[in-house]
């Protein structure tokens, strides 16, 4: 749990120190509007993917397992 | 000579791609590639695995097949790469073909010449080069004046005029001189010329990672170093619940999971970048600058020969008053008869129309002498029987007319003030004292330009025309062709001043330019784009050389720059999206012995846990292959916003990379289980 929440900032940082030494560059037709809908739509889609990708197959030992397990009658 | 790319899958490249991918398989290699150096130490495990399988006698089948995909999978991507470089190579040798291995006379110390192989040729050497002979070497011109045929490198058919001193002494190895006798001192070591640098730029193992490959990298590793640690305590939560998972159950787990498709093909799209500006027939210096190719928003143009063709062409004649059209045209045609410059023959053929002449020759005037244009003069003209007619800029006439005591017509001068605004270079036209009036020239916009200045603006690309004209004539250039902005009255350095200014706004700023006083200018601007025809010292400033010498090249730079990024945005989507599927094909199968109720989640009804971690294994490998055209290619790219650009790319790549592997899987599944292969 500990690393999968902090050890994956790592890169994440190194990509933001890189992102850090460009240029600022201003606002131009050619600049993604992040307000729009559909950006909003991936940022969350990417977030709930690379969650979902992280915590998948735990989640899949763990609460699904012990729902299906429960459905047959199974209970700790 | 377009160099057309070569077919996508012509056998001998392919071929040699294949051969080439084996070697490739060197981790010292593959040590630049992280995501696929992880699928190799996996496919080492899995191999051993297997090999004590057979050893120790138990069932090998599966341990086998995963071996196998898996170095499969590291052989795909090492195809894609040697693939992408091996056609870059063609392309390149097909350029290098045009030189020769001609003898050169190379000027020896005593001015004697000495013939020498071409490929003895050093830098700073002098050769002598004359009629109809092969120039030896990358050079520049530094006595002399030839009209030189480079249609072998840049598929141009009209000889071009090169000469020393000016911003014209650039010459290319490998193109003929029709006429003249010229003295070229040699600029660079054989295989040091443009092409061996360029072809260089193709081979991986030379190409220094752009910025934006770096980061993209560490983005993958990190996803790769997640998906390890997934795998890693995935292990742990199983033996906590009393069960184990075989190694190369996990091995597989872990290779479905990393962004394999895009780790692989990564260096195939940087590769491929260069592949594609060469058939532009650009010559890229630096993988750097085709990235920032890409993410360019300014692009100063000179207005000559980008925006406008390179003469201006007469369009209207304005007599002054008590001036006949037909005699203001008379004397026009004969101050333009001798003169050959493009401007001139549009006079005339001006004069032609305006008279109703359909004669192919008219002659000058017996005992008439051509005064041609000069510096100082500012005008050209003709003389015979005491006649005197002059043409030339309006104060230059002005002052000529005041010498003999004619003054410039109130009407004229209104007339030329008016050309001017609108953008036009005015002419005026004069016999001894009296003005007759003012011819328009007017630069031709070249076809096309508008549409692509428009397309330019839809990216977010702002375009900056440079000219030397005056502020009046240039607004109404920008205005006709759709230029954003334009900096008139340009000095030399203005174009340095200039990108300075866009650069301190935070721009990346591309330009294209050949003069020696480009060169400062040219160092400085994020996309530099040097004319082959261009100076040595321009050449060198710059970071890309276009050998057809087209300013309007740098627009289809910009493209292609901008598809490199977009094609590596879509290909990594697709990779992660994949992941999903993957899950669903791999998870149920794992845990299907002990908890046979998790087969709810074996969403696609794959037959046996065996065959659906096969089918997860095979898809993940031949995406890659598949994904080849695409990459090479480059992402579908239409001039929109950037929106636009995401949303369509985010549905085609996003639900298409968590749609595709589902309907893959499941087919690959069917095929495994017809095939007893689980």
Redesign the interface.
């Known amino acids: 749990m500990l690393v999968g929440r902090f050890a994956t900032i790592l890169p994440a940082l190194a990509l933001a120190g890189s992102l850090a030494q460009k240029r600022i560059v201003p606002a131009s037709s050619a600049s993604l509007p992040v307000a729009s809908p559909l950006f909003v739509i991936m940022l969350v889609g990417t977030v709930i993917i690379v969650g979902a990708l992280t915590f998948f197959p735990v989640f899949v030992l763990g609460p699904i397992l012990d729902h299906l397990l429960l459905a047959t009658g199974r209970t700790f | 000579m377009k160099i057309n790319m070569p077919g996508l899958w012509q056998s001998d490249l392919v071929a040699q791609a294949v051969r080439d991918s084996i070697p490739k398989l060197d981790p010292r290699s593959l040590w630049r590639n992280p995501v696929m150096l992880a699928v190799e130490i996996g496919a080492l495990l899995t191999t051993l695995i297997s090999a004590g399988d057979i050893i120790q006698g138990r069932p090998y089948g599966f341990d086998a097949q995963i071996s196998i995909w898996l170095w499969f999978t590291i052989l795909f991507a090492n195809f894609a790469e040697a693939l992408a470089e091996g056609r870059g190579r063609a392309q390149a040798e097909t350029l290098r073909s045009a030189r020769s291995e001609a003898k050169a006379h190379r000027i020896i110390p005593g001015d004697r010449i000495e013939d020498v192989s071409a490929l003895d040729l050093r830098k700073g050497d002098l050769v002598l080069v004359e009629d109809g002979g092969i120039i030896p070497g990358d050079g520049e011109i530094s006595e002399g004046v030839a009209l030189v045929d480079e249609s072998a490198i840049t598929g141009e058919s009209a000889p071009v005029v090169r000469e020393a001193g000016g911003n014209l002494s650039g010459v290319t190895g490998g193109t003929r001189v029709l006429s003249g006798k010229v003295t070229i001192k040699i600029t660079a070591n054989p295989g040091e010329t443009f092409l061996d640098q360029m072809i260089g730029m193709v081979e991986s193992a030379k190409r220094q990672k752009t910025?934006n490959e770096?980061?993209l990298e560490?983005?993958l590793?990190?996803l790769t170093?997640?998906?390890l640690?997934?795998?890693v305590?995935?292990q742990a939560?199983?033996g906590y619940?009393g069960l184990s998972i075989a190694a190369t159950v996990l091995v597989a787990?872990l290779v479905c999971?990393m962004p394999t498709t895009i780790g692989g093909l990564l260096p195939a799209i940087g590769i491929a970048g260069m592949d594609r500006l060469l058939s532009h027939n650009v010559i890229a210096m630096s993988g750097r600058a085709v990235e920032a190719s890409g993410?360019v928003?300014v692009v100063l143009m000179d207005k000559t020969g980008t925006i406008t063709l390179g003469n201006r062409m007469a369009t209207q004649f304005l007599p002054a008053v008590g001036v006949k059209k037909e005699e203001l045209a008379q004397a026009a045609m004969f101050s333009s008869l001798a003169d050959e410059t493009p401007e001139g023959r549009s006079i005339v053929d001006l004069c032609k129309e305006t008279l109703g002449i359909r004669g192919r020759d008219i002659r000058a005037p017996e005992g008439s002498s051509f005064i041609p244009f000069s510096a100082e003069s500012r005008m050209s003209g003709i003389d015979w029987d005491k006649r005197e007619i002059r043409k030339g800029a309006h104060d230059a006439i002005g002052e000529y007319v005041e010498q003999r005591g004619g003054s410039m017509p109130e009407d004229i001068r209104a007339a030329v003030e008016s050309i001017a605004r609108e953008g036009g270079t005015p002419l005026v036209v004069a016999e001894g004292s009296r003005i007759l009036g003012a011819i328009r020239l007017k630069d031709v916009l070249k076809t096309g330009i508008r549409d692509r200045l428009i397309n330019l603006?839809?990216?977010?690309?702002?375009s900056v025309m440079i000219t030397g004209d005056n502020p009046m004539t240039a607004a109404a250039i920008a205005a006709e062709a759709g230029i954003d902005d334009f900096i008139g009255q340009a000095r030399p350095e203005a174009k340095l001043e200039a990108i300075r200014k866009y650069?301190r706004?935070?721009?990346?700023v591309a330009m294209i330019g050949d003069g020696t006083n480009d060169a400062p200018a040219l160092a400085q601007a994020d996309v530099a784009v040097a004319m082959n025809a261009g100076t040595q010292a321009a050449r060198e400033a710059a970071n890309m050389v276009d050998l057809d010498s087209n300013p309007a090249k740098l627009l289809d730079i910009v493209e292609i720059g901008k598809q490199i990024l977009i094609t590596r945005g879509a290909l990594t989507t697709f990779s992660?999206?994949n992941?999903?599927s993957k899950?669903f094909a791999i998870?149920?199968a794992v845990?299907a012995a002990e908890?046979p109720?998790?087969s709810?989640?074996n969403v696609m009804h794959l037959a046996t846990p065996t065959s659906a971690m096969l089918s997860a294994i095979i898809f993940n490998a031949i995406i890659i292959p598949l994904l080849i055209p695409l990459s090479l290619r480059g992402v579908h790219y239409t001039p929109t916003?950037?929106?636009e650009l995401?949303?369509r790319n985010?549905l085609i790549y996003?639900l298409g990379g968590l749609a595709v592997p589902f309907i893959g899987i499941k087919l690959i599944d069917m095929l495994v289980i017809f095939l007893h292969l689980e």
């Open positions: 910025p770096k980061a560490i983005l590793i990190g170093c997640l998906f640690v997934v795998v305590s995935l939560f199983a619940m787990l999971l993410d928003d603006r839809k990216v977010g690309i702002r650069q706004e935070g721009h990346l992660v999206a992941d999903v899950y998870i149920p845990f908890y109720m998790l709810v989640l916003t950037a929106l995401l949303r985010l996003g």
